[in-house]
């Protein structure tokens, strides 16, 4: 089946079935491998992307369900000063142990910050909490999104 997807800005046509979850397309059809597999459960947030703009799970959304929406991945988080001052952050502060949660992490904090531009600890947490770190490296994200939202 040959759907269309726009991902960071693009019009891909891929040929997979309707029900293949968006994270395997950007995975193994598209080689966006910045975003990550997790639980395949939609628990971690390892695989977080952007939907229009909203924070998604992509190991549980099926291509068919897309439509015409837009797709943005931790490829193109850059592109955006926001997503730069995340970037930074992360850097300044040295929030990254192991890494392997930390794409899900800035995406879920780029939603954040479009949504709250100066968020305070709660806020925080209420959008952070389902996406698991297993280095335990939350004090230093909150801190991070504070900085990127300074």
């Known amino acids: 089946m040959a759907i269309t997807l726009t991902i960071n ?8 079935d309707g029900d293949t979850p968006l994270l395997w397309v950007l995975r193994d059809v598209l080689g966006l491998t910045g ?3 997790g639980c395949g459960a939609a628990l971690c947030g390892a695989c977080t ?6 924070a998604t799970r992509s190991c549980v959304t099926p291509v068919e369900s897309l439509g015409t929406a837009k797709v943005t991945t931790i490829e193109a988080l850059s592109e955006t000063s926001q ?3 995340l970037q930074k952050a992360w850097l300044d502060l040295e929030v990254v142990q192991c890494g392997y949660c930390q794409s899900g ?3 879920a904090a780029a939603a954040l910050l479009a949504e709250t531009p100066k968020p305070d600890d709660a806020a925080i947490d209420a959008a952070m909490s389902s996406n ?5 490296t939350y004090q230093r994200i909150r801190a991070a999104i504070h900085q990127a939202a300074a």
């Open 9 to 16: 800005g693009t019009a891909h046509s891929v040929d997979v």
């Open 35 to 37: 975003t990550k597999f």
């Open 49 to 54: 992307v952007h939907v229009d703009g909203v």
């Open 83 to 85: 997503g730069k001052a």
């Open 105 to 107: 992490q800035l995406m």
């Open 132 to 136: 698991v770190c297993r280095c335990g």
